[in-house]
């Protein structure tokens, strides 16, 4: 008889990461877990301590998905910088999922300084990526760093899919918003 198949760490990682979107932090219950995963809680913890220790993945997990694997996205195809950076607006806008993540930790943050100390990391992380690029074809620190916070805000707050706004649709403008960044 074969032994029973256990639920990967990385499914409740998933599972954790989906109802963090859904309904924030508090959502993010070992029983209600399991439940959606039509599995008992005991095989929770065959992988994590306790629920800090999935925190801890699952916030590890949206760093690689939202840093790591998009600068690797970008940087595979080579180009300049201003390729590069039209390779992560188009990245960037095609996981319209991961903002519903980003912004419940966001939220999360504003209540929990460990997470709020991650975000700004990852935030770091980001503005020194895009400085990068901004920098190969910028020249004044300024402009570089106001077209990062405004790269920054455009990826966080106003997401392509959303409704339209008056009478232009706000997927245009958010790219001709990208598109003015990498002017000059």
Not at 8 to 36: N, Q, T
């Amino acid at each position: 008889m074969a032994p029973p198949t256990r639920t990967p760490p990385s499914k409740w990682i998933d599972e954790a990461l989906r109802a963090l979107a859904a309904g924030g932090p508090d959502a993010v219950r070992v029983e209600a877990l399991a439940r959606a995963l039509g599995v008992t809680k005991g095989g929770f913890y065959n992988h994590f301590d306790d629920r800090p220790a999935l925190v801890e993945e699952m916030l590890d997990t949206w760093e690689r998905i939202g840093v790591d694997r998009v600068i690797e996205r970008v940087e595979a195809d080579g180009g300049d910088a201003r390729s590069k950076l039209r390779r992560l607006f188009a990245v960037t806008s095609a996981a319209r999922s991961l903002v519903k993540i980003e912004l419940a930790v966001r939220e999360w943050a504003r209540r929990d300084r460990a997470v709020a100390r991650r975000l700004r990391r990852v935030d770091n992380r980001r503005a020194d990526y895009l400085r990068s690029l901004l920098g190969a074809f910028i020249s004044d620190e300024r402009e570089v760093e106001l077209r990062c916070l405004i790269a920054l805000a455009l990826f966080v707050g106003v997401p392509s899919s959303a409704a339209d706004h008056g009478p232009h649709r706000r997927g245009e403008l958010h790219k001709q918003a990208w598109e003015r960044l990498l002017e000059r």
